[in-house]
């Protein structure tokens, strides 16, 4: 992962993850739950990206000031 990047686009997420192991809708979904929007793009941040593949996501939710966002 690019250590200068914090904000990763979708598809950047999907290739990083492995595309094999996460769908498109799924990535859209993680994006929408713990992503951020600039402007039309969804953007996720690379902390989110490392808890998934640590297999840590829920322990993110449970930090202070990391809120997932659900529909």
Not at 51 to 63: F, H, V
Request: hydrophobic share 40%; proline share 3%.
């Amino acid at each position: 992962m690019d250590v200068g990047k914090r904000l990763l686009k979708v598809e950047e997420v999907r290739r990083l993850v492995g595309e094999d192991r996460l769908g498109r809708d799924a990535a859209y979904a993680l994006a929408r739950r713990y992503g951020v929007r600039l402007g039309k793009r969804l953007l996720v941040p690379s902390r989110v990206v490392e808890a998934l593949l640590e297999g840590k996501l829920e322990e993110l939710e449970k930090t202070p000031g990391v809120e997932a966002r659900g529909r």
